[in-house]
């Protein structure tokens, strides 16, 4: 569906939905893949919402919940009755059944397990258990397994068992009479290889696979690393316990990112662009403005303390924003480089000591090159002292280094206490270089008002 | 490879090559993925490097050469001679190949392109003339198609024929006598087909395809929307010319989360947090400084012609800092919400209106908040002057406001205008909004000054 013709869908559906056409719409939502119904229900009143999902068939409609952002479908989850969403749930993977029933309010989830037909029950309450942020937590439980001993015949039968439940099949797994996992078959190798061949003699036995407490965002790493399209999941005895596939991938990726993106931010990361209350989301952001807050009431007490150096030279204030903004850019600009490579190196194999030293090498050069230039400037259009120009420019150098260290540094000790180093790229790190970069500022001007005297 | 045991790893490949025990060698290398081999040569030294390198079955060095990060595959390439780089680039897959040329010194390229076989030379001519972030940039040619009036086992034949070239293969795509794209054929579905069956009768016509010059994020959206494992890319008349695969697309979502944080923090996209001189990281981070530096001297102008008010109340000064913070963090705050909806937001259907007005109440409220919160501080701790801190709190309410304003708008406009929305949450808005809020700020107090006298 192409950007500029949703609008007049949307115009469109909504014409049909106050004419009651049910015929026409019916005609045109076939032909819509549920991710963009969802898209198009997101725009609409809630009761044209519920007039557009009744035409929708049984699949097609548990299809749009899971496509749905959190707010909408809240909203449309209240109006269906737990009878309406046991059916919905019933028609979902595993995994998705488990994320939907673990959103809802318990009562309503209890209901709706309730009415769940056995088999989905017990997956259900199978996975729920699992932490959501681990390979357990994010696999389900439809794949295909054959024994080793079996033959591609014995394989492609299972498939042809199973073609209603497990949606998409990349590879078939291989496992021994203990369940435990020996290999796997990609369908490409399945479909070229002779009925009578047995799995263990066609299977690759180099296996990758992850267990069920595995994080998430090393298993996302895995799937980049080794360009996986699914991965086997197995318990502490290496027994076949589910499958996770690329989607669900793609979306942990995708999740990571905004939260990287919001840590530095300073923005919870519960918070979505969407519908939410204006309290809702100002309590989401109070606590980073606090930090801010704090931290800068000990600027303003610092300044307090030097009220009779700001008396002497009031100029001394002119420079404190430049100073300060100098800092806490390049604080940032190393805590982000540091926090990206935390992210992304998988074992700590490059030297975080030569990070650090090349962060000070950096901060240095671009410390003396705006030094210089404050300087010059200083000198140039504030005042006639040439040494006070010096004064404000070797703070700004020290300041830079200062804040490279602390923006190098930071990250790796949140790191080495199992903190998420991504929250030192936000507000956290900004302020102590405010404080620290002050105090150094005006450390510098008492020393000169000193030595003048 | 676990995290633990992979400097052990190291430690005893590096005492191996020392030995120049080469049988030994070659047997742990062959259990170890191209992956694990490409970091592990990363962390050697150039001689070490390339022993290994040369035990490895040409495959293998083909591969490891696309694991290997830009730094450390400059490094070897330079070692091999154009004969061996051809053998390795015969090697890749068409999109690899094109990737690695390009990345070649012209007169290098230019050697290694004549020594190719012809079918590859063709391939690589074909795809090098594509931007390098649209869906022909990133597409290769290796993938299965098959004509309607085909049966199941003539595609089967085709899959058996291209079973080397084309590594994974997921689906089939059926096309017309016209090469147009007509339906795909996912390979579970052919497995399960009878062999006589028409392609035309078990096809989904249905089929989400890109053309050539579509935006490479654009095309990630769609995987990650429709939960996509590959697709096809057509031309202008819809005839079918190559695949997408979802690991490149991992890819270029990895890249653009990277992208988008290095705006954030004001550092170049090209920086890479690998071996890179002090002089290039500088020069790539010095523009965002300069910025800055530019607004920030602005500010001290600013502060210069209030200088007559800074003299009488000199607390003015202390709360500078506090009143840019939060000034800073807020901007921060909304600029963050608005880009990253505009990124996510595929078709600008959610209300703007709406959302600034939104960041303007989140903001109206924190800024209520803090206001009261400081003017209580204010009045405690610095002055006995009630007003004065009445003065600081109606400040940083207002600084707040116009912050969220700007934070939320400016991603728009340059939107708008073509500009990555994504440039704005840097030091960008962060310095407008400090030169804004210092001048609002000292407004006050000259107002209230003159109130006073």
């Not at 076949?240 to 990571?256: A, F, M, Y």
């Not at 080495?416 to 030192?424: E, G, L, M, S, V």
């Amino acid at each position: 569906m192409e950007l500029l013709d949703r609008r007049e869908i949307i115009e469109n559906l909504k014409y049909l939905v106050q004419a009651q056409d049910r015929p026409k719409l019916k005609n045109i939502l076939i032909d819509i893949h549920p991710a963009d119904i969802a898209d198009i229900i997101r725009d609409m009143e809630i009761d044209e919402r519920a007039f557009i999902f009744n035409l929708l068939d049984l699949e097609t409609r548990s299809d749009v919940v899971l496509e749905l952002d959190e707010v909408t479908r809240d909203q449309l989850i209240e109006v269906l009755g737990p009878e309406e969403l046991s059916q919905l749930v019933d028609q979902m993977d595993s995994d998705d059944a488990t994320d939907v029933l673990s959103d809802l309010p318990e009562e309503t989830a209890k209901k709706v397990l309730a009415r769940l037909d056995f088999k989905d029950r017990a997956e259900v309450e199978k996975l729920i258990v699992h932490d959501e942020e681990t390979a357990g937590g994010i696999m389900a439980l439809e794949f295909v397994a054959v024994y080793t001993h079996e033959t591609v015949d014995d394989a492609i039968q299972k498939i042809r068992q199973k073609a209603q439940e497990v949606e998409e099949i990349y590879n078939v797994y291989a496992i021994d009479e203990k369940n435990q996992l020996a290999g796997v078959v990609p369908l490409k190798r399945l479909l070229l290889a002779k009925h009578n061949q047995l799995i263990r003699d066609i299977m690759n036995s180099d296996v990758i696979a992850v267990t069920l407490e595995k994080d998430q965002e090393e298993v996302a790493r895995m799937f980049r690393r080794y360009d996986l399209v699914s991965i086997p999941v197995v318990d502490h005895e290496n027994r076949l316990v589910g499958r996770i596939t690329i989607d669900d991938i793609v979306d942990v990726l995708h999740e990571e990112a905004n939260e990287d993106m919001h840590r530095m931010a300073g923005i919870a990361d519960e918070e979505i662009p969407q519908e939410m209350s204006t309290l809702r989301i100002s309590r989401f952001r109070l606590p980073w403005l606090l930090v801010s807050f704090v931290g800068e009431i000990f600027s303003a007490f610092i300044m307090r303390s030097f009220e009779a150096t700001i008396n002497q030279i009031v100029a001394t204030a002119f420079f404190i924003p430049l100073i300060m903004a100098m800092g806490g850019n390049t604080g940032i600009q190393a805590s982000t480089i540091v926090v990206r490579s935390i992210a992304l190196e998988e074992g700590g194999t490059t030297n975080r000591w030569s990070r650090l030293w090349r962060e000070i090498r950096v901060a240095g050069m671009n410390g003396l090159i705006m030094g210089i230039l404050i300087t010059t400037m200083v000198i140039i259009f504030f005042t006639d002292d040439p040494f006070f120009g010096m004064v404000v420019g070797t703070s700004m150098f020290f300041v830079m280094l200062n804040a490279a260290i602390v923006g190098a540094v930071v990250p790796y000790v949140l790191h080495r206490f199992n903190f998420d180093p991504a929250i030192a790229t936000g507000p956290f790190i900004t302020t102590s270089n405010d404080v620290l970069g002050l105090f150094i500022y005006l450390s510098f001007t008492v020393g000169y008002l000193r030595w003048l005297s």
